[in-house]
């Protein structure tokens, strides 16, 4: 009997090898999380047996170390939860390991080849859709015209009036003399077809002494066919009263007409140079998929060679109540169960769910001072079963010659 019960703990030793051999060979894998073997007594009847591995449980709800990895579609989660990823068989596995990447048919996967799971987000609509694939377009982002072009300067309260007289009928040929204006700049637009258009403003006071200037707006070298001319009016400290915004449209065909409001907010008349913070057009020209990266909202962002960037995805966080109670598909991934309790699926940062750290990776939570104790801890108790074997082999061979 005592030689069973020695040969039960030996083989039940070599699986608690194996579970330490595994963590330490996996010291340095992203997400993984340690494993423990559990000795549980055999019993036949109230006769003790021998002992076995009773279970094997990994400890999931501990972090490993944060890794910079420097690259845009890595993430860790700062926190609770799991990334949620879908395999071919429509099976979802929940892991730590953030290492994302857009396959060949567009979907966003894990290292795994898994399609990740989120929200897709489409640019100018406010609510995500359902939760599903990620699908990243790599199709031509179409050219927005400008409707808007934000300026704020503060024109010099020591400009003289201009000694010559703005042009009626400026062209590309024959612009504008120096000497009929203070000060002058140009913002692109885009049309319809996301061809750039040259907005120039040509700011011109009014007199020596008076608190407004006239605005000559040109387009393409050609005069606006509406809004070519407007005011801008000051109080006597500087801050604008009038003249706060200007409605512009030119012909910009075969493209549609554009129609842009010139904003004027935070514009000054204030003495010293002349100086201007903003100017800038909103819309742009036809742009090509160049890119994609993950924001530390959890957003897919696509990036175009136009500089344009569009959120086409959300990324979801699930967190269980009883995390540790999931199903190992292997040491880094696994599935749910009727034991995990309530799951929630929530962005990144909200509700319980962490953050996301991006460019970063985590590390194991091996600790290999603690597993290199338990290995030696093992060999010990292997050489005490070894030993038992021994002395009852020894034994068994002097009753023989006894008989």
């Known amino acids: 009997m005592s030689f069973n019960i020695a040969l039960s703990g030996i083989q039940a030793i070599n699986e608690q090898l194996n579970s330490i051999s595994n963590n330490i060979a996996n010291a340095g894998t992203y997400g993984y999380k340690a494993q423990r073997a559990n ?176 605005v000559h707006t040109l387009v393409d070298g050609a005069p606006a066919a509406t809004g070519q001319s407007s005011q801008l009016t000051f109080d006597n400290a500087g801050k604008l009263t009038a003249g706060a915004t200007n409605s512009v449209t030119f012909n910009a065909a075969p493209a549609a007409n554009v129609a842009l409001t010139v904003v004027y907010t935070g514009t000054t008349f204030q003495a010293g140079e002349a100086t201007t913070s903003t100017n800038v057009a909103n819309g742009y020209t036809t742009g090509q998929y160049v890119g994609v990266e993950l924001g530390t909202d959890g957003k897919v962002i696509a990036k175009y060679s136009n500089g344009e960037q569009q959120a086409v995805g959300q990324i979801l966080i699930a967190t269980m109540s009883n995390e540790d109670a999931l199903t190992p598909v292997n040491d880094t991934s696994w599935v749910a169960n009727a034991d995990v309790g309530t799951i929630t699926e929530s962005n990144p940062g909200e509700s319980v769910a962490g953050g996301l750290a991006i460019a970063t990776l985590e590390g194991s939570n091996v600790d290999i001072t603690s597993e290199l104790v338990g290995l030696m801890g093992s060999q010990r108790n292997y050489q005490a079963n070894s030993k038992v074997i021994t002395t009852e082999n020894a034994m068994l061979q002097s009753l023989m010659q006894a008989l």
């Open 39 to 214: 000795f549980s007594s055999m019993y036949a009847g109230s006769q003790p047996t021998g002992t076995q591995i009773g279970s094997t449980t990994q400890n999931i709800s501990l972090t490993g170390g944060v890794l910079n990895t420097g690259r845009a579609m890595d993430a860790s989660i700062d926190g609770r939860g799991f990334f949620i990823s879908k395999t071919s068989t429509g099976q979802e596995v929940y892991s730590r390991v953030g290492i994302f990447t857009k396959d060949g048919n567009d979907f966003l996967v894990d290292s795994a080849g898994r399609r990740v799971q989120g929200a897709k987000l489409t640019p100018g609509v406010a609510a995500p859709g359902p939760k599903g694939d990620i699908v990243v377009p790599t199709t031509t982002l179409p050219a927005k015209a400008s409707t808007e072009i934000d300026f704020a300067a503060n024109l010099s309260a020591d400009w003289k009036k201009p000694a010559g007289t703005f042009p009626a009928a400026p062209t590309a040929a024959t612009p504008p003399d120096p000497s009929t204006y203070n000060m002058s700049k140009t913002t692109l637009a885009y049309d319809s077809q996301g061809k750039a258009h040259t907005v120039t403003q040509y700011f011109s006071r009014t007199s020596d002494t008076s608190l407004t200037v006239d």
